[in-house]
Every structure is written in C-alpha cells, then in structure tokens.
C-alpha cells in the first residue's frame, strides 16, 4: 500500500505492530491526511472504545499540527515531519511524532489569542504518558496509552475480506 506522497506503507508487512511514515512534508493538508491514514490503522488493528480511539488520534493530531505550525516557522520552506506508531506487549501503544526544526518557545505576552497554547496540555490529559523532548535536532514527542488491545491479525484479515475498509 503506499501512502502520502507514494511513500511505502509498510503496516501491510508487519500488521497492528507498527505505522510509519517518514520524511512526510510538514504541511498542514498532510497533518489532515496522515491523521486519516493514522485513525484508519488504529481502527483496523485495535479494539477500542470510540472515546478511547478519538482520543488517541486527537493526542496525534494535536503532535502533528504542531509540527506542521511551529517546527519551520523561521524557515522559508517546510520541512519534514515523522510518525511511527508501535505496539508492544503488555497492550502499549507508543506514538513518536518528530519533526526537524526548532523548538519556539511560547512568549504569553505576544500571545494574541488566549485560546491557543494548550496543546501539549492537551496532549498529556488524552495520554497515559507524554513526554516533549527538544534538542537542536528537532523535536520529539512520544505518546503512550496502556491496556490496548490489538485484535488478532487473522481477524484483521478476514474482516478486511468480508465488508472492506471502515468508516471513520
């Protein structure tokens, strides 16, 4: 399967153990198509209440807009960002979103509206654990949630036969 920009999907290879895509452009029009791609994978590959799965792909989105706003603003091109999704036992998703640029501290007094600025707040409530990292490399941001369960891939499979993809 490829995804944005015929990038390689490579899930089909390895089922609900991981996503990725990488190098994606740092664009606001790719948060909202890797934030499909991103709920469609969650949804196949894991059973999830609807308030649990919205939260997870709120937590991811909110990682990615960042990026997309915030990592490149001096730079007179977008730079890239990064997501990779894995799944390990016992029941954790772990959600990495980096990106290359550089970490703009938020100065409150220039702040011109008073309802941005919560998303790492924002983050961190949707999310068992949120850690931000920040180095002159770029920024990471890792999301994790315990006690998710994945379902067995011979069901992925076979649901994926029967009635085709879901609707979010």
Same mark, same amino acid.
């Given at each position: 399967m490829t995804g944005i920009d015929g990038r390689v999907d490579v899930t089909d290879a390895v089922g609900a153990g991981c996503f990725r895509r990488i190098g994606i452009p740092a664009t606001l029009t790719h948060v909202a198509q890797l934030r499909f791609e991103f709920s469609d994978w969650l949804c196949r590959n894991f059973a999830l209440a609807p308030?649990?799965?919205?939260?997870?792909?709120?937590?991811?989105?909110? +990682?990615?807009? &960042?990026?997309? %706003?915030?990592?490149?603003? /001096?730079? !007179?091109?977008? @730079?890239?960002?990064?997501? *990779? +999704?894995?799944? &390990?036992?016992? %029941?954790?998703?772990?959600? /990495?979103? !980096?990106?290359? @640029?550089?970490?703009?501290? *938020?100065?409150p007094a220039t702040e011109q509206d008073p309802t941005r600025g919560r998303g790492i707040s924002l983050m961190r409530a949707l999310a068992d654990r949120a850690v931000v990292e920040s180095a002159p490399s770029g920024t990471q941001v890792r999301l994790q949630w315990n006690h998710i369960r994945a379902i067995p891939q011979t069901e992925v499979d076979a649901w994926q036969t029967s009635d085709g993809p879901r609707t979010h």
């Open positions: 308030q649990k799965a919205s939260d997870i792909v709120l937590a991811v989105h909110e +990682a990615l807009a &960042n990026a997309a %706003e915030f990592a490149y603003i /001096t730079n !007179a091109q977008h @730079g890239v960002m990064h997501l *990779r +999704a894995d799944y &390990n036992q016992p %029941e954790t998703l772990t959600v /990495t979103i !980096a990106d290359e @640029g550089r970490w703009r501290i *938020r100065d």
